[in-house]
Structures are given as structure tokens and as C-alpha cells.
């Protein structure tokens, strides 16, 4: 009788602790938050500072707490269907131990920032919340703006380094729901299925007037609209969405509706990271799709089709 009162308690003490931990993770308010949630709640998230230019971690400043990510490293070298690629999604395995090394729990709260200056820095963020998001974790946000956004809110940015203690994760089940593969994308070209490519390029690269080292033909794919990625921000300052209604009619204007099923599209699934966070996270479509090799997986076969007329020519 006396072990079994014992179980009892220890079984309950473990059930209230388990509630104490699923009670003290912090709710996000959406896939967005801004500067004033964040600063309300500074100590109970995890921030991830996604950049390119790494030294400006430092001398520029940024949030207190947040963990520096090096974007070049967010994606890796893979071997797939036998074609070598680069800038590519991880493994889950890689995946887990990179997100880990940046201190991030299971079961942490993450908020990724950048330096919200120009639409490229956006990317980067969004690129890895949507590897986040694929690997089956959703407690993550973007802070909109970012760091700019940080600062117009009268928010300080600090050069202190904080010392990274590597955290435990483990990714979820798998969203292939949210990638577009190289078989789906050749049936939404040849009008097999009711995916529309979106390309999220600017329109010189759309219509082949340039074209990276790493693509290997110029122009766009075949029956694709152009939606270019810089058209989600404002001109000048932080680098905020725009309004939703405004978002909207954006897409309206270049004959997209946004909650058809599209695949978004660029030259390495960078840039295209920004159009599928506002078409899936932010507009609700839930049959939006980032094609992650992008052009750059889909031009390594000189068989597959590629064009520079626009649509409707």
C-alpha cells in the first residue's frame, strides 16, 4: 500500500510537471510579431539574427540575447536523385544538430531576426523559418522589420556577445506539404496539375537579361508569373510586410490569385522563402509550396524547359 501511495504521488508530481512546462512555453501571437510583443517578452524566447555580413553582429549591434546565424550556412551541399546541389534544405539530422548548436530546445519559443535594411535580409529569415516549418517545428515567428523595425520602436541594440550553450532538439514529422520536387514542378509547366510557378526574381532575371553562375540557362519556367519578392516591402526603411489588403492587390495586379496553389520559385529557393511566407503564413493559402532548388535544380538537366517570354505572349 505504501508503494503505491508513492507511485501515485510520483506520478502526479510528474504529470504537474510536465503541465508546468507545456503552461510556461510562451504562446506566439501569429507567424508575425513586432517589436513591442517581443520586448514584452524578451527573456522567454530564444532570437536567432539570420545575416550574411556576420561582422555587423558586433559592430552594428542587435537585440539583447540573440544568437548570431551565419545564413550561408543555413542550407548545405546534397546529393539528391543523384544530382549534387547546393543551397539546399538539410536532413533532419543536420538540421537538428545545426538548429541545436544555436541553442534551441524542442520545446523553445524562436523568434528569427535579421537586419531588416533590405528585402535580401528578409529572405534569409524567412528562408530559415520555412526549414523550421518543414522539419515539423511551428513554435517559431519572424519579427517584422527586424532589427530596423527593433530600433524605430526606440528599442536599444547591444554588441555584447552572449555565450551560446547548445541546445536539445529534435524536429518533428516532416512537411512535405510544403515543398514543391522537381516532378511536381515539371506537371504544374506542362499544365498537368493546378500549381502556378510564381517567380520571385527581378524582372531581368525573369526575362534572361541576367542569370547567377549557379543556373545554368537563362530566363523563367514556362507558363510561370512574375511576382518579385521586393514588391512584399516597403522602398525606403525598415523592412516591414505591407498591409495584407495591400499584399492582396499586389498579387491581383500581376493576375495571381494568392489562393490558388503556387509554387514559389527563384534562383536557389532564397528569395522565394519571402513570397511563401506571406502567400502560406500570411494570407493562409494552405496549398502554397517552395520549390527549394529553385532554378538552380531544375536548369542541371538541359532537357527541362525554360523561356523568356512573359506570360500570355
Known sequence: MTNLKHCSRLLTGMLLLCLHTAIAATALPGHLVDAEWLSAHLDEVVI???RKETESFAKEGHIEGAILVNVKKVRVKRDIDGVSLTRMRPDKKRFEQFIARHGVDSDSTVVITHRGQKPGNVAGAARLYWQFR???FDNVALLDGGNAAWVDALEDLSSDTTPVKTGRFHAGDRNDKLLATTPLVA?????DNAYVPVDTRPLRFHIGLAQRDYV???GHLPRSRLFPYAFLHPEHGAMRFLPLAELKAAFADLDIDPQAPIITYCNSGY?????WFVLHELL???DARLYDGSLHEWTQDSSRPMTKRLFGQ
Open 271 to 275: 528569395e522565394a522563402s519571402s513570397v
Open 48 to 50: 536567432l539574427d539570420v
Open 134 to 136: 518543414y522539419h515539423g
Open 216 to 218: 545554368y540557362a537563362p
Open 187 to 191: 506537371q504544374a509547366v506542362a499544365g
Open 284 to 286: 493562409g493559402n494552405p
